[in-house]
């Protein structure tokens, strides 16, 4: 027989299970009659705890009425990351006000971590937020996080009226950003770069600038002045682009300054209207003294802008190979020396009024890529060529406008010749192009204003570049932070949207700096997918109670909990 009893230690009171029963004191005796063998009583008593922890367990032995799954990983991890730099204090400090209740900066902190989560348009934002811990991080009701109230949270920083009424007064018509610079945008990437820079230890002296272009569905009527038709870089030559300019640190590829502007302005141009904030943002973060040095690519080139740097600010940039037909025609023997399994021949010349180092650098490994790419380009062109002449139902006695269109748009175009004999196309390849073209492969033409720095600084500082077109490629990755296609149709729209992807490239390549820190050198791709692995589980037992599990987590996950101090997020969703 079996009971219950409480017991007072001190103020608490405790639950012991009690119960009697009889024991042989012969091990070999058996049965209850007498005469069966002697036996004693004894007791025996089980622990159940206080009355508060009896009801959990009854609790927690209950069937869930239901079980929901929340996104925890990759949200806590990007939450914590921005908490650690800083970007919640700096957004709520250049955004204020309230929309439904809720602060603007935190629509735009739930955007970036939208971004590097689940990219969704604002529409759907809300239903994404309902799926991940974001609501009880942020004490924030996810209904009224709407798509409208995040555009009139927008707009507050960045007018549409205003930039209209700035542009019909003229002073905007020949400015590649339209009128769009300055803003909050810029202030904020300003100031979360040297916080980065606090926790990093970046290069800020020496950074990197290039540019890019993304494409739109905006038809006619047109309401962006920024959108147009231009040369895209994704082969989409119908739409309509919008162009992004950015300068990040060398190392890790720290966004330091961004800016949307027109597509079909001149890369030059666009750097001309950039340099001198590019300059006074690295002034300031690197005081007025410092040696500062600019990674250009060649798209940048014009005298008045290596003039305006003069005195200003040092640079390594590239010049067109094919441009410098006295360089390209040297024999290898030529050379003067390697740097880092890379051949280079270095001289001294005036560019555009400025006294330049040279260096010409041949990368065998690259000429073998270069001339696989050449041989399945003029390949490929041939095959597109015959495919569109057996198209043809009538017989043709001459060569097609449709065949010279195709050619002519090709890169490869230059390399063939086409013949029509005897009602047949013939292809030959043109071989002194070809020639030519190979003459150059392999082959890269670098040169700086610092004419007595050594060749291979110059080499490893202008390789560096390579960050630069990392970062956008991860801006153009659909599994990452996917910037293309751009969905709206007004220039402040698109320019705050751009904003938020790039604050979601700083979080990503931070938190690929505290995973390397941890001992893992993971690609952006793979540490998401590691983190979006562990999730929350949510058991509800009844309106009142719930209880909260995460997935069981491997190894590198453990890793990545601990330097992502997610411990601290559990504990922030228990309040809840």
Request: charged share 30%; with cysteine.
């Amino acid at each position: 027989m079996g009971s219950i009893c409480a017991e007072r230690k001190g103020d608490k009171v405790y639950y012991v299970y009690r119960e009697s029963y009889r024991e042989k004191l012969d091990p070999q005796d058996e049965g209850k009659a007498r005469g069966s063998g002697k036996s004693r009583v004894r007791t025996r008593a089980v622990y159940l705890g206080s009355a508060e922890k009896i009801l959990q367990a009854f609790r927690e032995k209950r069937e869930p009425v239901s079980v929901q799954l929340r996104r925890f990983g990759l949200v806590g991890a990007a939450y914590q990351t921005a908490t650690e730099i800083g970007l919640q204090d700096i957004l709520m400090q250049h955004i204020p006000g309230k929309r439904a209740n809720i602060p603007h900066w935190v629509y735009f902190l739930v955007s970036i971590i939208n971004r590097l989560d689940n990219a969704t348009s604002k529409t759907r934002m809300s239903a994404w937020m309902k799926t991940t811990i974001l609501p009880d991080l942020l004490g924030i009701d996810p209904g009224g996080l709407t798509g409208k109230n995040f555009w009139y949270a927008a707009d507050s920083q960045l007018s549409e009226n205003e930039l209209r009424e700035r542009r019909e007064s003229g002073d905007a018509q020949d400015d590649p950003f339209a009128g769009m610079n300055p803003d909050a945008f810029t202030r904020i990437e300003k100031d979360l770069f040297a916080r980065v820079d606090e926790l990093m230890g970046l290069s800020p002296s020496a950074i990197c600038y290039d540019t890019t272009n993304f494409y739109t569905y905006i038809d006619d009527p047109k309401r962006s002045v920024l959108a147009n038709t231009c040369h895209s870089k994704d082969s989409k030559h119908h739409l309509r682009h919008v162009g992004l300019l950015m300068a990040v640190e060398r190392n890790h590829g720290i966004p330091l300054l961004s800016q949307v502007y027109r597509a079909n302005c001149h890369d030059s141009k666009v750097f001309s209207c950039i340099l001198a904030d590019l300059v006074l943002a690295l002034k300031d973060l690197c005081g007025a003294e410092s040696d500062l040095v600019l990674v250009l690519d060649k798209g940048n080139n014009s005298q008045d802008n290596f003039k305006g740097m003069t005195g200003v600010i040092s640079w390594v940039g590239s010049l067109v190979p094919s441009h410098y037909r006295h360089l390209m025609d040297l024999d290898i023997s030529q050379y003067h020396g390697v740097h880092n399994q890379l051949r280079y021949y270095r001289c001294t010349e005036t560019l555009m009024g400025v006294d330049c180092a040279l260096v010409l650098v041949f990368n065998e490994a690259t000429k073998r890529k270069q001339e696989h790419t050449l041989r399945r380009g003029i390949q490929k062109l041939k095959k597109e060529l015959r495919s569109k002449w057996a198209g043809y139902k009538k017989e043709q006695k001459s060569i097609t406008r449709g065949l010279i269109t195709l050619q002519d748009n090709s890169r490869y175009g230059k390399c063939l010749i086409m013949s029509v004999r005897d009602g047949r196309l013939h292809i030959d390849q043109n071989e002194e192009e070809i020639q030519e073209r190979k003459q150059r492969l392999g082959k890269s033409l670098i040169f700086s204003n610092m004419a007595r720095a050594e060749t291979g600084l110059l080499i490893d500082t202008y390789h560096q570049r390579n960050v630069i077109e990392d970062d956008f490629r991860l801006l153009k990755d659909e599994s990452i932070i996917r910037f293309r296609p751009i969905r709206h149709w007004t220039d402040t729209k698109i320019r705050a949207y751009a904003f938020c992807c790039v604050l979601a490239l700083t979080l990503m390549r931070v938190m690929q700096w505290k995973a390397h820190r941890a001992g893992y050198n993971m690609s952006p791709r793979l540490l998401k997918d590691e983190l979006s692995d562990i999730q929350e589980v949510l058991m509800v037992y009844d309106p009142t109670h719930a209880t909260r599990k995460t997935t069981d987590c491997s190894t590198v996950q453990t890793k990545l909990w601990k330097e992502f101090k997610l411990d601290e997020v559990k504990r922030k969703l228990l309040l809840h």
